[in-house]
């Protein structure tokens, strides 16, 4: 029997789900990624494998806030983002993280910025 790192037991969820939810360039992914000191997120239209809009914790404004604020703020920025290119509907790829505390935030904040996800 193997034991799994934490991070492998993620990055096998990451894939399971992967197989189940596609973007498109109409309802593109919003992909996430989080560490502990920050979170980022990207809207993929995998169809091309292009990114069209991105929002990261290292920018300027998002450095100095709480945690927690700093996902609901990126989500904000993001839908802000999404809907300067065009988009209004997304598909939520939590990335193998429970759907719970900063993931959630970003969400929340996402929706609350006008993005239908």
Same mark, same amino acid.
């Given at each position: 029997?193997? $034991?799994?790192?934490?991070? %492998?037991?993620?990055?096998?969820? +990451?894939?399971?789900?992967?197989?189940?939810?596609?973007?498109?360039?109409?309802?593109?992914?919003? %992909? $996430? !990624? +989080?560490?502990?000191?920050?979170?980022?997120?990207?809207?993929?239209?995998?169809?091309?494998?292009?990114?069209? %809009?991105?929002?990261?914790?290292?920018?300027?404004?998002?450095?100095?806030?709480?945690?927690?604020?700093?996902?609901?703020?990126?989500?904000?920025?993001?839908?802000?983002?999404?809907? %300067?290119?065009?988009?209004?509907?997304?598909? !939520?790829?939590?990335?193998?993280?429970?759907?719970?505390? +900063?993931?959630?935030?970003?969400?929340?904040?996402? +929706?609350?910025?006008?993005?239908?996800?």
């Amino acid at each position: 029997m193997t $034991v799994k790192t934490p991070e %492998a037991r993620r990055l096998r969820r +990451r894939r399971r789900v992967r197989a189940k939810v596609r973007g498109t360039a109409q309802r593109p992914r919003i %992909a $996430v !990624f +989080r560490s502990n000191q920050g979170i980022n997120a990207q809207l993929i239209d995998d169809d091309r494998g292009h990114t069209l %809009a991105a929002v990261n914790w290292i920018e300027p404004d998002q450095r100095k806030l709480a945690r927690m604020e700093q996902a609901t703020k990126a989500g904000e920025l993001l839908a802000q983002r999404a809907k %300067a290119a065009g988009i209004d509907t997304a598909v !939520f790829d939590r990335g193998g993280y429970r759907y719970h505390g +900063r993931v959630k935030a970003l969400a929340e904040g996402a +929706r609350e910025g006008g993005l239908t996800i």
